[in-house]
């Protein structure tokens, strides 16, 4: 656009006569496409600073890479297989690990207060170790026979407490598994009684609703297994690219082996965050959308109000195509003005929201993360400014269309 349709789009725009209604209604246009966008921005900050300390709760307390057999039913010699990640550049850290289903209870009532969950069973938890769980002070936790660590969404329901001195959790836990064993009355589920040892969180709600911690040894017992493990547990130093460690591991490995990565095993919980998202984005998005009707109610009262002018303007040799131009600049330069202005509220927003800990001490996290990823923000920007400049395609293609002498002989 050229300097003629930048100059007179200018001054219809902002044009600060008293009965000049059309200026007003360019700032409450401007006003609309800033608040959808300082809007989308905020929200789009937040939302991907959540995702974020999700994923980063789900690779501390999930594989980054599962190897199991073929048929993913375990691995009843997994020292081979350790031997080789321990080895392997890019792995950190590679134990194997049982982890199996059972039921919670407390007493002798076989009949009701069971609560279901895993037991997982490692030696050592803390710091460095496969689940990062550090005891008090920062100390690793040694798990020894019989003993059990639990979450607070085991330990409530199951009405434990601790006992008069303070040193230890009663009653013992009760563990009922799904394998048989024979028994005088016949063949009955393996139950195994534990005792209490303390409590773990790890904030992710669905790992600590159902995970129950123990001793590898303890877990064979439990499970009478004598050897092997359920899966072998690697940590890699680049935890959000697992995927090629995943075809370097194959290829080292060979055929036999089932390898699958944190982002495999969650598949359906990343979708849903990645749906959720999607539709936050085109609900949000609405705003802008409905700001643009503002912009075609600007650039359609601004023909009516200028009719006799885009006549004399046509009358002196101005093109069809200067005149189009001239609207669309207009309608353009709204959306240039709302969109660079809610980009400055929004990403103030966003520092206002990161700073504040408006959510100290609720959901279990200490302030409410956000993250600007300028992908996100240009795409918002992108789609601000490209909505604005095609509400301003109709009126500007009406006003090119105007005939001269009846805009002349307009009242």
């Known amino acids: 656009m050229g300097y003629f349709e930048r100059f007179i789009s200018r001054r219809h725009l902002f044009n600060l006569e008293k009965k000049a209604l059309v200026s007003v209604i360019t700032f409450i246009s401007i006003f609309g496409v800033t608040v959808g966008v300082a809007a989308l921005i905020i929200v789009t900050g937040v939302i991907d600073g959540i995702d974020r300390q999700i994923i980063s709760r789900i690779i501390e307390v999930y594989p980054h890479l599962k190897i199991t057999d073929s048929e993913g039913r375990g691995l009843a010699e997994p020292e081979g297989v350790l031997e080789t990640l321990h080895t392997f550049d890019g792995v950190a850290l590679a134990e194997g690990v049982v982890n199996k289903q059972v039921l919670f209870s407390t007493g002798d009532d076989r009949s009701g207060g069971r609560v279901p969950g895993r037991l997982i069973g490692v030696d050592e938890l803390g710091h460095g170790q496969l689940y990062d769980i550090p005891g008090r002070g920062g100390t690793t936790i040694r798990l020894g026979p019989k003993q059990v660590l639990l979450s607070p969404q085991l330990f409530m329901p199951l009405e434990i407490h601790m006992d008069a001195a303070g ?3 009663e009653p013992p836990v009760t563990v009922t598994t799904g394998i048989l064993a024979r028994t005088p009355n016949g ?3 393996r139950r ?4 209490v040892i303390g409590v773990y969180q790890t904030g992710l709600f669905e790992f600590d609703q159902v995970s129950a911690f123990v001793s590898t040894d303890t877990a064979r017992k439990v499970f009478g297994m004598a050897s092997g493990v359920d899966y072998v547990h690697v940590k890699i130093d680049e935890p959000f690219e697992p995927g090629r460690i ?13 390898i699958t990565t944190w982002a495999e095993d969650n598949g359906e919980f990343f979708q849903a965050l990645k749906l959720e998202k999607i539709g936050l984005f085109v609900i949000l998005l609405l705003v802008v959308i409905v700001a643009s009707f503002n912009i075609i109610g600007t650039l359609i009262l601004m023909v009516i109000e200028k009719t006799r002018e885009i006549g004399v303007l046509k009358s002196l040799g101005a093109s069809e195509r200067m005149i189009r131009g001239t609207f669309m600049n207009s309608g353009l330069t709204i959306g240039l003005l709302g969109t660079a202005a809610g980009l400055v509220i929004g990403l103030l927003g966003c520092v206002f929201v990161r700073e504040s800990n408006l959510v100290s001490g609720m959901l279990m996290i200490e302030e409410l993360p956000v993250v600007i990823k300028p992908v996100s923000v240009a795409l918002i920007a992108g789609a601000s400014i490209l909505i604005s400049f095609v509400a301003g395609l109709f009126p500007a293609t009406q006003a090119a269309r105007l005939d001269p002498v009846r805009a002349l002989a307009h009242e």
Do not use: D, Q, T
């Open 246 to 258: 995943k075809e370097r591991l194959a290829a080292a490995l060979g055929p036999g082996y089932s």
């Open 167 to 169: 040193r230890s959790y």
């Open 192 to 195: 195994r009684k534990l005792n």
């Open 187 to 189: 063949r009955m589920p």
